[in-house]
């Protein structure tokens, strides 16, 4: 069973950066890719940033692009979430997720399969 952990969420000021880390464990060699997803109190869970582990591509939801970068380590079982200039809409529970297949990975309903127990981010105005 996969198994993801993440950390780096706090109470940061708007305009600040924080970075999440989440850290991957099990058969990982099963992973197709990983990401992040956040939901903010009262709304639907959304997508962020996620990077195909074979090649290292990857996509941003409208709202970060410019803003957010995902990256992994060399091993691609850890990644990062760099946030800058954060918001206060950025305000979220921000979960560090992973998928098995294409299918899901592109899927904007299918859920992922592996999901983190999820971090806090707050930015105050």
Same mark, same amino acid.
């Given at each position: 069973?996969?198994?993801? %952990? @993440?950390?780096?969420?706090? *109470?940061?000021? =708007? ?18 890719? !990983? ?10 869970? @959304? ?13 941003? =939801? &409208?709202?970060?692009? @410019?803003?957010? $970068? ?8 850890? !990644?990062? *979430?760099? !946030? &800058? &200039? *954060?918001?206060? @809409? ?6 560090? =997720?992973?998928? &098995?297949?294409? $299918? $899901? ?15 806090? %981010? $707050?930015?105050?105005?």
């Amino acid at each position: 069973q996969v198994k993801l %952990v @993440e950390f780096g969420g706090r *109470l940061v000021r =708007a305009g600040g950066s924080l970075r999440l880390s989440c850290a991957a464990s099990g058969p990982t060699f099963r992973l197709y890719g !990983m990401g992040w997803f956040r939901q903010a109190p009262g709304k639907q869970r @959304e997508f962020v940033a996620r990077f195909r582990r074979s090649d290292g591509n990857t996509g941003y =939801a &409208n709202s970060v692009k @410019e803003r957010f $970068t995902i990256a992994p380590d060399h091993t691609r079982d850890t !990644m990062y *979430l760099q !946030m &800058n &200039n *954060l918001k206060p @809409e950025d305000t979220a529970v921000y979960y560090c =997720a992973a998928s &098995n297949s294409e $299918t $899901t990975y592109y899927s904007p309903s299918k859920p992922w399969e592996h999901w983190g127990q999820g971090t806090q %981010v $707050t930015v105050s105005s």
